[in-house]
């Protein structure tokens, strides 16, 4: 069921004001999930100093915190998969009817269709995600505060460093995912023609476009990936250098430095997906290219 009639603009600001209490419960549970999951590296240290101890009292705890994940995590996923192919099926005919309006040719509808289903796909795969990474990034960061200042302080150092690069580059990704959408309007009608070399031809520049976002990619991990190794190997020895005589203490601040690297590793994706939702916006709405 519809909540509001449809926004004259897609974006994800109007696709939650549309269908913001379905969206706002999968939410919900996604916070449930992140926060449980925080607290695993926590729970393994205490179950290993428990059962060094020779009680069980920790494991019990472990098992049920990974049996409320389990719980909440399945649920969600359950949930989303419905509430989200419903949004899809509702704002895919009208982006079509919206075009056919415009009089647009039959391979921008169907190339904008198309990318129009990526803004559902953010909400439903990436967004959940991207919520799990920064509430695992803050909470990480602050039980590594409080387990080591020296550590945490590293993993501030590499999280700016991290954003700087990638700010540094944000033009550039928009560039060439606005490159690549170009391109990909134009397929319906290549493929309707006979020419065999500007068949060929399109899907090369296809590919050259997917190899150029690629490397961006790849040299903006490389980058980030060394600043993080200097923090994991600094951890370590900053770790056992303080004195912490618990295994368990050990085991977790090295988890949660570990949980830092995932997560921070993953956040400049979403970051990028969505600069790539900015530019599909603008090419629905029809506005220049930046």
């Given at each position: 069921m519809v909540v509001q009639q449809s926004s004259d603009k897609l974006t994800l600001r109007s696709l939650f004001q549309r269908f913001?209490?379905?969206?706002?419960?999968?939410?919900?549970?996604?916070?449930?999930?992140?926060?449980?999951?925080?607290?695993?590296?926590?729970f393994m240290g205490i179950a290993i100093d428990d059962y060094l101890a020779g009680t069980y009292r920790g494991l019990l705890g472990l098992s049920t915190v990974a049996f409320l994940v389990l719980a909440v995590g399945a649920g969600r996923r359950f949930y989303d998969t419905r509430i989200y192919s419903r949004i899809y099926a509702i704002i895919s005919p009208e982006l079509v009817e919206k075009e056919k309006q415009r009089d647009a040719s039959v391979s921008v509808i169907?190339?904008?269709a198309s990318l129009a289903?990526?803004?559902?796909?953010?909400?439903?795969?990436?967004?959940?995600?991207?919520?799990?990474?920064?509430?695992?990034?803050?909470?990480?960061?602050?039980?590594i505060a409080f387990l080591n200042l020296?550590?945490?302080?590293?993993?501030?150092?590499?999280?700016?460093l991290i954003i700087i690069l990638y700010g540094l580059t944000s033009k550039k990704t928009y560039r060439l995912n606005s490159g690549y959408n170009s391109e990909l309007?134009?397929?319906?009608?290549?493929?309707?023609?006979?020419?065999?070399?500007?068949?060929?031809?399109?899907?090369?520049?296809?590919?050259?476009?997917?190899?150029?976002?690629?490397?961006?990619?790849?040299?903006?991990?490389s980058l980030s990936w060394l600043f993080l190794m200097g923090v994991l190997v600094y951890a370590i020895v900053a770790t056992i250098e303080s004195g912490i005589t618990s295994h368990g203490q050990v085991l977790a601040i090295l988890m949660y430095v570990f949980n830092y690297i995932e997560t921070i590793v993953?956040?400049?994706?979403?970051y990028q997906q969505f600069v790539r939702l900015r530019e599909i916006s603008h090419r629905l709405e029809g506005e220049a290219q930046e």
């Open positions: 913001r209490i379905k969206i706002l419960f999968t939410w919900f549970l996604v916070l449930g999930e992140a926060a449980l999951l925080l607290l695993f590296p926590l169907s190339a904008r289903t990526e803004f559902v796909e953010y909400l439903e795969n990436y967004f959940p995600e991207m919520i799990n990474s920064f509430i695992g990034l803050f909470g990480t960061l602050v039980i020296n550590v945490f302080l590293a993993c501030l150092a590499a999280t700016a309007e134009k397929q319906v009608e290549v493929l309707s023609g006979d020419d065999r070399p500007g068949i060929a031809a399109h899907f090369k520049r296809v590919a050259n476009w997917n190899i150029r976002l690629s490397d961006l990619e790849t040299a903006n991990f993953a956040i400049p994706f979403f």
